[in-house]
């Protein structure tokens, strides 16, 4: 597996979803496995560690990895004010912000945790002005990440941001975007990505504002941008790419989606397209939950046919099976392709076995 293979699948689904549960494995390896099968994460975690890279962190629908020459865009249209909190800067959080692009000037690559010490800044539990359990730099530093003046070569191996200033993250002259054509290139995107989809599945790919991508949307289809399109089953207007090629025949290839992959993680998506119920339990308290703690919705080329709640118990070197639930009856040729997925799977996260539970 090469980079460039990498780059051809960032090139089409834009964006890896990034989160810290570490079940499995991390959110954004599992999306590249599910399209590409084993490959090394290393790869990965290289390339977006290098400066100028075609693949960088930003928020996009959550925080993903996305592909570099979308991140002025989305700096024009993302609207984190829970995380941009400059706007309750003291005089000492703006002096720490200028001492931080200072810094990282000089050590591109630097956490928020070296750069506090490196700056000699307070603890977490020494301060208390906004509640929550992170010191002034980390205050600082994500408030400059959501600007976009600092991004990120990459994490660490304790999963932090490597921060470094966006001139030396970025390809190009960092001229800033008019954010009516941002918008519009995102939607394109958005759309060359999902393929087809209401203005909400639109929107929601890269957390836009849902009028002004309706109301964008309604334009770009008088000039032609998109085409405007029926779906039977689907009350809603639906778009799509000018030429779209739909293919007569889909292989009855079996894929697991992680809970976090840009194909599922719109539900409402999943339920008017793939008549697909999926909700991820893990905030929901254990007696409460239906399926699991971490279940992967099951793919068989292009319908939904189960889920399987999996775990990686890495001292027993073993991928735990903890339930699986089809959509309808088991079948004996899904069951056998989900074998020998989960087998090459194990294999990927460098464990020795299969086990399931029951």
């Given at each position: 597996?090469?980079?460039?293979?990498?780059?051809s699948?960032?090139?089409?689904i834009?964006?890896?979803?990034?989160?810290?549960?570490?079940?499995?494995t991390?959110?954004?390896?599992?999306?590249?496995?599910?399209?590409?099968?084993s490959?090394d994460?290393?790869?990965?975690?290289?390339?977006?560690?290098?400066?100028?890279?075609?693949?960088?962190?930003?928020?996009?629908?959550?925080?993903?990895?996305?592909?570099?020459?979308?991140?002025?865009?989305?700096?024009?249209?993302?609207?984190?004010?829970?995380?941009?909190?400059?706007?309750?800067?003291?005089?000492?959080h703006?002096?720490l912000?200028?001492?931080?692009?200072?810094?990282l000037?000089?050590c591109?690559?630097?956490?928020a945790?070296?750069?506090?010490?490196?700056?000699?800044?307070?603890?977490?539990?020494e301060?208390?002005h906004?509640?929550?359990n992170?010191n002034?730099?980390?205050?600082?530093?994500?408030?400059?990440?959501?600007?976009?003046?600092?991004l990120?070569?990459?994490?660490?191996?304790?999963?932090?941001?490597?921060?470094?200033?966006?001139?030396?993250?970025?390809?190009?002259?960092?001229?800033?975007?008019v954010?009516?054509?941002?918008?519009?290139?995102?939607?394109?995107r958005?759309?060359?990505s999902q393929?087809?989809?209401?203005d909400h599945?639109i929107a929601e790919?890269?957390?836009l504002?849902?009028?002004?991508?309706?109301?964008?949307?309604?334009?770009?289809?008088?000039?032609?941008?998109?085409?405007?399109?029926?779906?039977?089953?689907?009350?809603?207007?639906?778009y799509?790419l000018?030429?779209?090629?739909?293919?007569?025949?889909?292989?009855?290839?079996?894929?697991l989606?992680?809970?976090?992959?840009?194909?599922?993680?719109?539900r409402?998506?999943l339920?008017?397209?793939?008549?697909?119920?999926?909700?991820?339990?893990?905030?929901?308290?254990?007696?409460?939950?239906?399926?699991?703690?971490?279940?992967?919705?099951?793919?068989?080329?292009?319908?939904?046919?189960?889920?399987?709640?999996?775990?990686?118990?890495?001292q027993?070197?073993?991928?735990?099976?903890?339930?699986?639930?089809?959509?309808?009856?088991?079948?004996?040729?899904?069951?056998?392709?989900l074998?020998?997925?989960?087998?090459m799977?194990a294999?990927?996260?460098?464990?020795?076995?299969?086990?399931h539970?029951l």
């Amino acid at each position: 597996m090469t980079t460039r293979k990498i780059n051809s699948t960032l090139d089409s689904i834009a964006q890896l979803q990034i989160d810290s549960i570490n079940v499995v494995t991390r959110a954004h390896y599992m999306p590249l496995f599910s399209r590409l099968g084993s490959y090394d994460t290393a790869l990965l975690d290289s390339h977006v560690s290098k400066k100028h890279a075609r693949t960088t962190e930003y928020w996009a629908h959550e925080a993903s990895y996305v592909r570099s020459d979308l991140v002025p865009d989305l700096i024009a249209w993302q609207r984190r004010r829970w995380i941009d909190r400059s706007e309750h800067f003291t005089a000492e959080h703006h002096e720490l912000s200028r001492k931080v692009i200072d810094y990282l000037r000089q050590c591109p690559g630097t956490t928020a945790r070296e750069l506090s010490s490196a700056l000699n800044v307070a603890p977490v539990g020494e301060k208390t002005h906004w509640g929550w359990n992170w010191n002034d730099t980390k205050y600082v530093t994500e408030s400059l990440f959501a600007q976009g003046k600092i991004l990120s070569l990459g994490r660490s191996s304790q999963f932090e941001r490597r921060f470094a200033l966006a001139s030396d993250v970025l390809p190009g002259d960092g001229a800033p975007v008019v954010p009516e054509a941002a918008l519009e290139r995102l939607i394109l995107r958005s759309l060359r990505s999902q393929g087809i989809g209401t203005d909400h599945c639109i929107a929601e790919y890269f957390r836009l504002p849902l009028k002004l991508v309706g109301a964008q949307l309604e334009h770009m289809s008088q000039r032609g941008q998109v085409e405007s399109v029926s779906v039977r089953g689907i009350s809603k207007q639906c778009y799509l790419l000018p030429g779209t090629s739909i293919p007569r025949k889909i292989d009855d290839d079996l894929r697991l989606l992680s809970p976090f992959d840009s194909m599922v993680f719109n539900r409402r998506r999943l339920e008017a397209f793939f008549d697909f119920n999926y909700r991820v339990e893990i905030y929901v308290p254990q007696p409460q939950r239906r399926y699991g703690y971490y279940v992967y919705p099951i793919l068989l080329g292009e319908k939904f046919v189960g889920r399987i709640d999996l775990k990686a118990e890495r001292q027993k070197q073993v991928l735990k099976v903890q339930s699986v639930h089809y959509e309808q009856e088991s079948d004996p040729e899904i069951e056998r392709q989900l074998a020998s997925e989960l087998t090459m799977m194990a294999s990927w996260l460098g464990l020795d076995e299969v086990e399931h539970k029951l």
